[in-house]
């Protein structure tokens, strides 16, 4: 994402609306094409059967495989590509490869691969969870990218892994799950309309052209996530209704003491020490692989870290930042999210 817009995001974030700690279960919510939804809190069965579902183990290894070198074009990238494709296909998802090719500075012509990963590849509707998995070419040093993006892509695999079971529903219904890992976020040079979102921007344009963004529900991207005590906003009004299910789901969880190491100066985290912040800020965005989608009137739940991890785009983005801990209750509430979210806007018409 841009650095400028960052600033302007910092900036900001000193003059937020902060909307009222409401509880939102039940609330409506007007949709893409005017559809009506309403967000509805799991039962207490599901949530007490979905909360201990997890594996450190394989959010490690995930980690791991995608946790090397990356930049489009590289063996890296090839490896990575390889990896997170055969994951899902083991897991019996239905993996598609969006190639296209486009001239870039520095690097010349090359080969871009979106990955698009669904559920139920016969779906009407789906929920979209997203990362980038390319990562930025430096001149003067090796990247690495934990939390931008391996950790992101890692936990969409991940969470692929621990749900695949509650996921079974899902895998016939009309309302579905897809994951997109796109490629070419970063830019090669400097960060511009022409130099950054390659794939995204590709798969956008190609979506609105044969209809297929219509099908997308909403699109929640995440990014910066891995290292510790992460912080996120909404931005957008029209998601605000399911933003606010992941701030009450950090707070079910906090509850059920079902968050590892939820402490901050040695008590349960409360705000504004919780990851999910209970402000919108509406007069500011991020510049990331949601614009295009943004542009073509997608839901969008951003998912980003603010303000920016402090080893941002540096050589210090590496394995020894992740919090493991933190990742992994953030993965948690996010998985408990989809659950929600697919549980209780199937019959929406
Ligand atoms: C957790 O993941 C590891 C590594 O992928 C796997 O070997 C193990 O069987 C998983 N554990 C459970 C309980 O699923
Ligand atoms: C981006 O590319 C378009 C089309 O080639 C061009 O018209 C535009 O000026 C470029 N924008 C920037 C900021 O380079
Ligand atoms: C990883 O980052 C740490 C600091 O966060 C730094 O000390 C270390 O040199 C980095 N490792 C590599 C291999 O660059
Ligand atoms: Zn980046």
């Not at 070419?137 to 936990?155: H, I, K, N, Q, R």
């Not at 529900?217 to 910066?224: E, I, Y």
């Not at 009004?237 to 190491?261: G, V």
């Not at 985290?269 to 912040?277: G, L, T, V, W």
Request: aromatic share 12%.
């Amino acid at each position: 994402m841009s650095l400028l817009k960052a600033y302007f995001a910092l900036l900001f974030l000193l003059c937020v609306n902060v909307f009222a700690k409401k509880d939102v279960n039940g609330d409506f919510y007007v949709g893409r094409n005017q559809m009506i939804y309403r967000t509805e809190e799991l039962s207490q069965e599901k949530f007490l059967a979905y909360s201990p579902l997890s594996n450190g183990t394989h959010l490690r290894e995930a980690v791991k495989n995608i946790l090397v070198p990356r930049v489009v074009g590289s063996a890296g990238h090839t490896m990575v590509r390889d990896y997170i494709a055969s994951d899902l296909r083991d897991l019996n998802w239905n993996v598609e490869i969006d190639k296209f090719h486009e001239t870039v500075p520095i690097l010349g012509k090359l080969h871009f691969h979106n990955i698009i990963a669904r559920l139920n590849p016969d779906a009407e509707r789906y929920l979209v969870l997203a990362c980038h998995y390319d990562s930025k070419y430096f001149e003067e040093f090796e990247f690495l990218g934990a939390t931008d993006s391996a950790v992101p892509c890692a936990m969409l695999l991940n969470m692929a892994h621990v749900l695949q079971e509650a996921l079974e529903p899902f895998r016939n219904s009309k309302l579905s799950l897809m994951f997109i890992f796109f490629d070419g976020e970063e830019a090669f040079k400097e960060w511009g309309p022409n130099d950054s979102i390659y794939g995204a921007r590709h798969l956008a344009k190609r979506w609105e052209d044969d209809g297929t963004i219509n099908r997308l529900d909403m699109l929640v991207l995440l990014d910066l996530i891995g290292a510790a005590d992460p912080t996120f906003y909404n931005f957008f009004p029209n998601t605000e209704a399911w933003y606010s299910r992941l701030i009450s789901l950090e707070e079910r969880l906090s509850n059920a003491d079902m968050l590892d190491h939820y402490i901050s100066n040695g008590i349960s985290r409360q705000y504004p020490n919780r990851y999910f912040q209970p402000n919108t800020m509406r007069s500011s965005f991020v510049e990331d692989d949601h614009i295009p989608f943004l542009k073509r009137n997608v839901p969008i739940l951003h998912l980003i870290t603010l303000p920016f991890p402090s080893v941002w785009h540096t050589k210090d983005d590496n394995e020894s930042i992740i919090d493991y801990l933190a990742t992994e209750n953030i993965a948690r509430i996010l998985r408990l999210f989809i659950m929600e979210y697919l549980l209780s806007s199937q019959h929406s018409e």
